[in-house]
Structure formats: structure tokens, C-alpha cells
């Protein structure tokens, strides 16, 4: 009887330690949360501000110059342009990214090929080479097949994302057991069937993943559009934003909501895909 009630002091003192770490788990998380969120929320309320209001010191509560500083953001230049362009390129190239880089994954974590590691080798070294060092040569090929001034410039590089490729191979690797292709081949399967039918849902969450990165990387490139593109009108975003910072000096407002257009779309890009990536660990955790 006394090691008993031993034992049951020190089952309610775990259980009242653990609900007590739950509960400052909890807070931490909503501690956080708070900071992340609260840049994007500053940055919605002084949308909706003027300069003035913005200079006197932080505010909490939205203001009533959002139409006011639309106008003058519309007067300069029509940013739903950039908006339009960086959605042509951002989506296409997103995709392609997601699709090629899972293909080629898919042949370097199952297939035996002559030279696989060099080139393996080969493609992760690409990595650490900074995207500036290219920017010569890829202007040069771009001005000698006639794409300058021209989206498709800023879309044909996501085919070949090696960060993509190495991501998926990771989760390919550990999660596409070689039976299932076995099996898939037996009966009859193409390569190309396979791979779309089997290999990319398994690799979804990985896939999703590595595309929120790619999406925002995308949509926030600054560097490509103004080497490769010189009409107005094709502008996208990034570079509508950056010029509305050296234009918009004495108005703000219309900078905090240029960049708040700009942001919104990632944002609902990751709710839509989050789903996945929630989906995947929810899978491994049961597997596990």
C-alpha cells in the first residue's frame, strides 16, 4: 500500500509537470506567432495612413487614408501591371520547378546510370555558385536566342532548379520504397506512369515544401527582371515595388501598401499548399 501511494504521488507530479510544460509550450507558440505576425499587421495599418500619421509613431488602429493612398500608389504607375506579369512568371515557373525538379529527383535516387555521381557531384556544386556570376552568360544566351524583353527569360531557369532536385531526392529516397516501382513495372507501367501515378503523390510533401520556397523566391526576384526586361509593361512586381520606394518619398502610405499588394499573394499561396505539407507529417508520424 505505501509503494503504491508512492507511486501515485509520482504519477500526479509527472502528469502535473507535463500539463504545466503543455501550457508554456502553448505560450511560447502564441509568443511567437504574435512577433511573426505582427510586421505584416504594422504593415496593413500604415497602408491605411498617411505620412504624417506614420511619422507621428505606431499605431494599432487603422486609419482612413487606404483609398487616398491607392490614388497616389495608381497615379505613378499602374502596379496591378507588375502584379499581372509577376503572377505569368511566378506560377509557370513555380511548376515547372516542382514537376522537373521531381523528375529528375526520381532518376537520381532510382535509376543506375554511367557518370550518375559526377553529375550529381556536378549539380549540387552549382549550388554554391551565386546567381550573379551566371547573370553575364545567361544574358548573353538570352540576347542570342531573341528573349530579351520576354517572360519566357524569367520562367525557362526554374526547369533547371538543382535546390528543388536535391530536396525531393532526400524525401524520395526515404520514403519511395523500391518494391512499389517493382511491382508497378510487373505490371506493365510505363517509366513516365509511374513516376506521375505513384512517386510524385508520395512526393507531395516534399514537393509542396520546397515550391512555397521557390514561390517566394520567385516572386520576389528583383535582380533578372531588371537586366532582362526593359519595357514598362512588363515589369513585374518586385521592380514596381523598388521603384515606388524612390518615388513615393513624401507619401508612405502608398510605399506600406504597394508592398502590402505584393505580399498577400504568398501568403495565400502558403495556406493553399500548407495542407499538404501537414498531411505528410501526418503520414510519417503514423508510419513512424
Known sequence: MKENSILDKKSKKFFKDFRLGVVFLYILLIILAIVCAAPFYVM????TRSTSQINSGLSLLPGKYLVDNYIEMQDYQNIWIGF??????????????AYFGALTAYAFSKFNFKGKKILFAIALATMMVP???GLVGYYQLMRGVG???NLLSLILPSIANVSAMFFIKMYIDSNVDDSILEAARIDGSSEFYTFNKIVLPIAMPAISTISILNFVAYWNNLLYPLILINSLGKFTLPVYVSRAAGSYNQYLGAQYLSVAIAVVPVIIFFIFVSRWIISGISEGATKG
Request: net charge neutral; proline share 4%.
Open 44 to 47: 496593413i495599418i500604415n497602408a
Open 131 to 133: 546567381i550573379q556570376l
Open 147 to 149: 528573349l530579351i524583353d
Open 84 to 97: 499581372k506579369n509577376s503572377i505569368i512568371v511566378t506560377v509557370p515557373s513555380t511548376l515547372l520547378a
